[in-house]
């Protein structure tokens, strides 16, 4: 089976930068997702993890230990418009699956 | 281009009924998967079909079911709806099967049960 534990909500300024945390247990490893979901809308794709590691794309990175179970997606620059939930989805042995999310919002 | 497209948006729906929900991929995308999302929660993975089989089924009961046509669009079927089904039945679709690759959503059914 799969956990993933996300923090449920945070709150950061516009121009800080912040950091999402989410671990997880999976039976099997092929990569993490994050997605972002503004409310009332489809998830979007932000990026994907299979080596330990930082990946960098424009003002978002995300980070993958798969020895700690342990990924995080950091957002910097922060905009009015980066106000959503974050999911954090390990890819195992079955199709993608989905933490609950970490809804931030940006305040100025 | 034309993303994944899934009809209707809105539905509203009796207890003990049937309903039916459709989904488009994007052209040359071969795997469909349907997620519920109910609010305040992640998407829960429901099924997954590539080329028209069945890749993956998530905790649901049989109550749901779904397929795949030849033009890999899909349906998910819910039969005897509960007040509990009520949520956003969002659809994905992915180039293959493949474990590493990113999933494409749709904009989601939003299904009430009354």
């Given at each position: 089976?799969?956990?993933?534990?996300?923090?449920?909500?945070?709150?950061?300024?516009?121009?800080?930068?912040?950091?999402?945390?989410?671990?997880?247990?999976?039976?099997?490893?092929?990569?993490?997702?994050?997605?972002?979901?503004?409310?009332?809308?489809?998830?979007?794709?932000?990026?994907?993890?299979?080596?330990?590691?930082?990946?960098?794309?424009?003002?978002?990175?995300?980070?993958?230990?798969?020895?700690k179970g342990y990924s995080y997606l950091l957002l910097k620059e922060l905009q009015?418009?980066?106000?959503?939930?974050?999911?954090?989805?390990?890819?195992?042995?079955?199709?993608?699956?989905?933490?609950?999310?970490?809804?931030?919002?940006?305040?100025? | 281009?034309?993303?994944?497209?899934?009809?209707?948006?809105?539905?509203?729906?009796?207890?003990?009924?049937?309903?039916?929900?459709?989904?488009?991929?994007?052209?040359?995308?071969?795997?469909?998967?349907?997620?519920?999302?109910?609010?305040?929660?992640?998407?829960?993975?429901?099924?997954?079909?590539?080329?028209?089989?069945?890749?993956?089924?998530?905790?649901?009961?049989?109550?749901?079911?779904?397929?795949?046509?030849?033009?890999?669009?899909?349906?998910?079927?819910?039969?005897?709806?509960?007040?509990?089904?009520?949520?956003?039945?969002?659809?994905?679709?992915?180039?293959?099967?493949?474990?590493?690759?990113?999933?494409?959503?749709?904009?989601?059914?939003?299904?009430?049960?009354?």
């Amino acid at each position: 089976g799969q956990n993933i534990d996300q923090p449920t909500e945070m709150t950061a300024t516009e121009g800080a930068i912040v950091q999402i945390n989410c671990t997880y247990q999976t039976s099997g490893f092929n990569g993490l997702f994050w997605y972002q979901q503004h409310a009332g809308e489809a998830p979007t794709f932000l990026s994907y993890n299979v080596l330990d590691g930082l990946e960098e794309k424009g003002r978002f990175s995300s980070f993958l230990s798969r020895s700690k179970g342990y990924s995080y997606l950091l957002l910097k620059e922060l905009q009015m418009k980066d106000s959503a939930s974050y999911l954090c989805a390990p890819r195992g042995n079955t199709p993608l699956v989905f933490g609950k999310g970490t809804r931030l919002s940006v305040i100025a | 281009d034309a993303g994944v497209t899934q009809s209707p948006t809105h539905l509203i729906k009796t207890r003990g009924q049937q309903v039916t929900l459709r989904c488009s991929p994007i052209s040359g995308h071969k795997s469909v998967s349907w997620y519920q999302q109910v609010l305040g929660q992640g998407p829960q993975f429901i099924f997954q079909y590539y080329e028209k089989e069945e890749r993956g089924r998530g905790n649901f009961p049989d109550r749901f079911s779904a397929r795949q046509f030849p033009n890999y669009s899909s349906e998910l079927n819910v039969n005897a709806l509960l007040l509990g089904d009520s949520a956003l039945y969002l659809c994905a679709s992915s180039p293959h099967g493949g474990e590493n690759t990113e999933a494409f959503f749709g904009q989601g059914t939003r299904l009430t049960v009354v």
